[in-house]
């Protein structure tokens, strides 16, 4: 797989199938678990930490699942959707570096919520700073600090994500 610096929606549907890194490796989930529209940036010897960094962007929509039944009359994006957008992109960041296994988010050592994901929202930006990458034989572990970005605003925080491959 050539890596690129940046991913359509079709691309990461790709990831989603099982095609962008190969049988057994590193997935997105399908919608409407998968929680962003494209990867607009991602990097390597970059971000915060210069071990990487990925950016990615949700366009807002009315009709987005989670509005009608969270909470009815009182639309916001639950916030361990964002949370798991979080946990997705570290773990495509771990396939798309080459490192071999199916994803599982590990755990998150803080998370802290400002704001909210309303309807009224045109977009959420999510930015991962990639810390610190752990490969033993058959498991590799990333470790993260993420944010999501409501239409610029920072509204949620998480520190230490932790995402492993397993072979």
Not at 22 to 31: C, S
Not at 60 to 80: A, Q, R
Request: glycine letters at 12%; hydrophobic letters at 40%.
């Amino acid at each position: 797989m050539k890596k690129k610096s940046s991913y359509s929606y079709e691309e990461i549907i790709s990831c989603g199938n099982g095609k962008l890194f190969g049988p057994g490796n590193a997935k997105l989930p399908l919608p409407p678990m998968l929680m962003f529209d494209r990867i607009s940036e991602i990097s390597e010897n970059t971000g915060n930490f210069k071990k990487g960094s990925v950016k990615a962007e949700l366009d807002i929509k009315d009709n987005l699942w989670f509005f009608e039944c969270h909470f009815k009359d009182d639309s916001v994006m639950p916030g361990c959707l964002g949370l798991d957008a979080m946990w997705q992109l570290v773990g495509f960041y771990l396939g798309w570096l080459g490192n071999p296994g199916k994803g599982r988010a590990l755990g998150v050592n803080a998370v802290k919520f400002t704001g909210e994901v309303l309807k009224n929202v045109k977009m959420a930006t999510y930015e991962i700073d990639m810390k610190k990458i752990l490969v033993k034989e058959n498991t590799t572990v990333g470790l993260a600090n993420g944010i999501l970005k409501a239409d610029g605003n920072k509204i949620y925080s998480a520190e230490n994500l932790k995402v492993g491959l397993f072979k």
